[in-house]
């Protein structure tokens, strides 16, 4: 595994190897000194072509916890936006002794491109790529639902916890703008590669074309879904407006009123269906302040697994080790 750029090409063997890391990163993050001295003298370049604040935030502070130095770039008030392309900003970095590059892009593909190109050659992870993938994230969520429901390390036993369950047959709900959502695709192949049921939840003008041959059960109606299926999680996700350039649905309050998560339909779920987000959250139109207040939400618990998780992946990436943390 030289480079983590999707889901959909990740192996269960993978991904399971970066969560259970994930775990004995976790148990750093508690100690007094949250630090590892496992990648010190190497450098970790943050490239950022679209703004950010938890992605960029939770990639620096797991660099920085495996003591590795930390590059910080954005496009704007760079050369960037006096014309110079990917080729030389990445090249140009690269040359500052990179060694690894961390990239957000509105474009789909472009953390391939960088992996394919042969203009560096050094591990690259894919922080999202326009409405492609967003992995890091998919696995965070996984993550965070895997502890929650009860978690299993690679061996494949239980671990304790409240559900006694891991992501094996996990029912899990994807809601809302599935179109725009690199998040919802990653966590589409994610999800399934380690057991769990997938549901997609959205009115039809926010799915994607060929939805319909994803590892996936499509529901149309929110309220028809909740009523008829046992949900494990219900992830609510951002309506981007930013990527529209036409009307996907009649107005805010009419998406709120068919497709957010309400109070009331907060109380028609199951006592133990968890919350999930991945933020930024719109209170009010896509989730009530009801539910993203609530006690089984994990939306900040999504946010605080992030860095654990980009630990894990820094460190197998770098290292090239699967083996856990002493």
């Known amino acids: 595994m030289k480079h983590l750029l999707d889901t959909a090409s990740l192996t269960r063997e993978d991904a399971v190897a970066i969560l259970d890391i994930a775990e004995e990163m976790a148990q750093v993050g508690e100690r007094e000194v949250k630090k590892l001295p496992v990648l010190r003298g190497r450098t970790v370049v943050n490239l950022f072509f679209e703004d950010s604040t938890r992605t960029r935030l939770s990639f620096e502070a797991a660099a920085k916890r495996l003591s590795a130095d930390v590059l910080n770039f954005s496009a704007?008030?760079?050369?960037?936006?006096?014309?110079?392309?990917?080729?030389?900003?990445?090249?140009?970095?690269s040359a500052m002794g990179a060694d690894a590059i961390v990239v957000r892009h509105s474009a789909a593909g472009t953390a391939q491109r960088l992996a394919d190109t042969g203009w560096i050659d050094v591990p690259v992870v894919n922080a999202g790529d326009g409405t492609h993938e967003h992995p890091t994230q998919a696995l965070l969520d996984a993550f965070t639902l895997r502890r929650a429901l009860g978690g299993f390390p690679a061996s494949g036993a239980v671990k304790d916890g409240p559900r006694g369950k891991g992501l094996d047959g996990a029912t899990v709900a994807i809601v809302g703008d599935i179109l725009h959502s690199r998040v919802a695709r990653s966590n589409v192949h994610l999800l399934d590669r380690l057991g769990a049921d997938v549901h997609l939840i959205a009115p039809p003008t926010l799915l994607p074309w060929g939805a319909e041959t994803w590892p996936v059960t499509i529901h149309y109606d929110l309220d028809e879904a909740i009523a008829g299926q046992d949900f494990d999680a219900v992830m609510m996700l951002r309506v981007q407006h930013e990527r529209m350039h036409e009307s996907f649905f009649p107005n805010a309050r009419e998406y709120a009123r068919l497709w957010g998560l309400s109070e009331a339909r907060l109380r028609a779920l199951p006592e133990s269906a968890f919350i999930m987000h991945p933020g930024p959250m719109n209170r009010g139109f896509e989730i009530s302040a009801?539910?993203?207040?609530?006690?089984?939400?994990?939306?900040?618990d999504q946010v605080e697994n992030g860095v654990s998780v980009r630990m894990a992946v820094l460190y197998r990436l770098l290292t090239g080790q699967e083996e856990t943390i002493d």
């Open 76 to 93: 704007k008030g760079s050369s960037v936006s006096k014309g110079e392309s990917l080729q030389d900003t990445v090249q140009t970095i």
């Open 290 to 300: 009801a539910a993203a207040d609530s006690p089984r939400a994990l939306v900040l």
